[in-house]
Nanobody
Framework: QVQLVESGGGSVQAGGSLKLSCAAS????????MGWYRQAPGKERELVST????????RYADSVKGRFTISRDNPKNTLYLQMNSLKTEDTAVYFC???????????WGQGTQVTVSS
């Protein structure tokens, strides 16, 4: 079955960096666009960034542009999110997900907590 397992979350001070990983299995990783989403306490889940299956197209929420970079390694079936210049408002549970497409349904990982302190 499809599994998405996030890792790399943790606690960091404002201005610091973290790199999240999402290990995918159970489907053909290179067929699907992928995304990172986050949910802060008391807020709805929101899009952070997406990347196409071929890595040619990326998009970012305005709040993270210039600070976060999404990437993927198709041979390793892994999605990444490099987060720099972290702010307290980046504190949330971060989820990876497959993007709906011709060959792909939507699946979610279990999430990884990112906490940014001032």
């Amino acid at each position: 079955q499809v599994q998405l397992v996030e890792s790399g979350g943790g606690s960091v001070q404002a201005g610091g960096s973290l790199k999240l990983s999402c290990a995918a299995s159970g489907y053909i990783f290179s067929n699907c666009g992928m995304g990172w989403y986050r949910q802060a306490p008391g807020k709805e889940r929101e899009l952070v960034s997406t990347i196409s299956s071929s890595r040619t197209t990326t998009r970012y929420a305005d709040s993270v542009k210039g600070r976060f970079t999404i990437s993927r390694d198709n041979p390793k079936n892994t999605l990444y999110l490099q987060m720099n210049s972290l702010k307290t408002e980046d504190t949330a549970v971060y989820f990876c997900a497959t993007e709906r497409g011709t060959w792909c349904s939507v699946y979610w990982g279990q999430g990884t907590q990112v906490t940014v302190s001032s």
